[in-house]
């Protein structure tokens, strides 16, 4: 009888801890919250016209996607901040400021989307600066930049095609991104590497702060007997290191090593394309929450896991 009142008291308290955690546990899916918000960060640029075409789009794109949503855009460059203030007499908050608002609004729900090209050290310091925030909100998330999985490599390419797709046998496009110390750089020879197996052998990747160095793309370009360049910035927006890092400097040097080269001004968030992949990662990240690889780790070591 009292192993009987024992599983009886036992199964009691598992249905009230149960119902505790459906009362009390927040849902991690944020299609479901009343009070949600998405904010888009950006490094940003003072440069008007890239801006509405590629930032400023971005939000409208999502706008459009989430309208049950509030999005709002975030820039992470204080500098930049002040200039368009200054110049422009525009507001835009940094990413702790934008989640303050949200708190004081009543915003219970918040996922945060990087326009980041990669996993690098702007992605990173983002994460840090959310994680500051994460006892303010119910749920808060952060998803993932433009290039995280393999197939994010693959829709990039394949979203870039009009940029290869005529080129001729001594022709090439060159896509130069702004690169960095971290480790996360690599990510520029690996998308190189997705288009030269699956779309265009002409297409390459350099960087101007990082690697492949210019020099790096010019052993290719010879070796290939390429003549022509297609020179496109490989940054979400077209601003200062597109008009003169890429556009005068790169552009000089390549006419100097006697290649023809054609700058496009084009930054990647002004392809749609480009922006669905932003969408797309949103959307996982509003319904879906990341693994836990040190609660596995726990579960490994405690044998709960096979």
């Known amino acids: 009888m009292k192993k009987v009142l024992v599983v009886l008291m036992m199964l009691v308290m598992g249905i009230t801890l149960l119902a505790k955690g459906a009362v009390h546990g927040p849902s991690k899916d944020l299609?479901?919250?009343?009070?949600?918000?998405?904010?888009?960060?950006?490094f940003g640029t003072t440069y008007p016209e890239t801006r509405e075409k590629t930032i400023m789009a971005l939000e409208k794109e999502f706008k459009d996607s989430y309208p049950d949503f509030k999005v709002v855009t975030a820039f992470t460059s204080r500098i930049i901040m002040r200039r368009i203030k200054k110049n422009e007499g525009i507001t835009f908050?940094?990413?702790?400021?934008?989640?303050?608002?949200?708190?004081?609004?009543?915003?219970?729900?918040?996922?945060?989307?990087?326009?980041?090209?990669?996993?690098?050290?702007?992605?990173?310091i983002l994460k840090k600066e959310v994680a500051l925030h994460e006892n303010d909100f119910k749920v808060l998330k952060v998803s993932d930049p433009l290039l995280t999985l393999v197939d994010d490599y693959k829709a990039a390419a394949s979203a870039l095609a009009p940029t290869y797709k005529d080129l001729k046998k001594d022709e090439a496009t060159v896509f130069i991104g702004h690169g960095t110390h971290h480790p996360g750089n690599s990510a520029y020879s690996m998308i190189e590497n997705v288009f030269h197996e699956y779309y265009s052998e002409n297409v390459f990747f350099g960087t101007v702060e990082g690697y492949p160095t210019l020099d790096s793309v010019v052993k290719q370009l010879k070796a290939k007997k390429?003549?022509?360049?297609?020179?496109?910035?490989?940054?979400?927006?077209a601003g200062e290191h597109a008009h003169n890092d890429i556009a005068i400097d790169m552009k000089e040097e390549l006419e100097k090593k006697g290649f023809t080269v054609k700058v496009h001004l084009?930054?990647?968030g002004a392809n749609k394309e480009v922006r669905k992949i932003y969408v797309d990662h949103a959307e996982f990240g509003l319904t879906h929450e990341k693994e836990n690889m040190l609660a596995k780790k726990k579960e490994y070591a405690n044998g709960m896991q096979p």
């Open 31 to 42: 299609f479901k919250a009343e009070k949600k918000a998405i904010v888009l960060v950006s």
């Open 93 to 124: 908050n940094n990413p702790s400021e934008a989640l303050d608002i949200l708190k004081k609004e009543g915003y219970t729900h918040v996922l945060v989307q990087g326009t980041h090209i990669m996993n690098g050290l702007e992605s990173e």
């Open 226 to 237: 390429i003549k022509h360049i297609n020179l496109y910035p490989f940054m979400i927006v």
């Open 266 to 268: 084009v930054g990647l």
